[in-house]
Nanobody, 123 residues
Framework: QVQLVESGGGLVQAGGSLRLSCAASGRTFSNYAMGWFRQAPGKEREFVAA????????YYANSVKGRFTISRDNARSTVYLQMNSLKPEDTAVYYC????????????????WGQGTQVTVSS
C-alpha cells in the first residue's frame, strides 16, 4: 500500500489559516483518490474532504465547505488541505487517507492512513 506522512499542523488563532501537506510513497500516487479526515478529542473520526485521481472532482463536508480547499500535485505525490477562516471547532488531529475510488474515500473506505497531524485553533 501507499505510505502517507502529514505535515503542516500547529497552533493558530481563530480566523487564521494553515496548509496541511501529505506526502505519499511506495505506490503510484495517481492511482489513488485522496482525502482528509479529522478526529477531535472524545469524538469519532469524521470526513473533511476528498479529491479524485486527477484532481477534477472534489467533495467537502458541510462544516468546512467554502473555508477549506483540497488539492493534489501528482508529480510531487502530495495532497494538500488549505484551511482558511479557522474556528476553534476545527481543532482536531487531521489524517490523510488514500482510497481506491473517489466515492469510497468519501464514504470512509480507506486503504491507507497517515499518522495524523495536530491542528489547534485558539479563540
Amino acid at each position: 500500500q501507499v505510505q502517507l506522512v502529514e505535515s503542516g499542523g500547529g497552533l493558530v488563532q481563530a480566523g487564521g489559516s494553515l496548509r496541511l501537506s501529505c506526502a505519499a510513497s511506495g505506490r503510484t500516487f495517481s492511482n489513488y483518490a485522496m482525502g482528509w479526515f479529522r478526529q477531535a478529542p472524545g469524538k469519532e473520526r469524521e470526513f473533511v474532504a476528498a479529491i479524485s485521481w486527477g484532481g477534477g472532482n472534489t467533495y467537502y463536508a458541510n462544516s468546512v465547505k467554502g473555508r477549506f480547499t483540497i488539492s493534489r500535485d501528482n508529480a510531487r505525490s502530495t495532497v494538500y488541505l488549505q484551511m482558511n477562516s479557522l474556528k476553534p471547532e476545527d481543532t482536531a488531529v487531521y489524517y490523510c487517507a488514500a482510497g481506491g475510488r473517489f466515492d469510497l474515500v468519501v464514504t470512509g473506505t480507506i486503504l491507507s492512513w497517515g499518522q495524523g497531524t495536530q491542528v489547534t485553533v485558539s479563540s
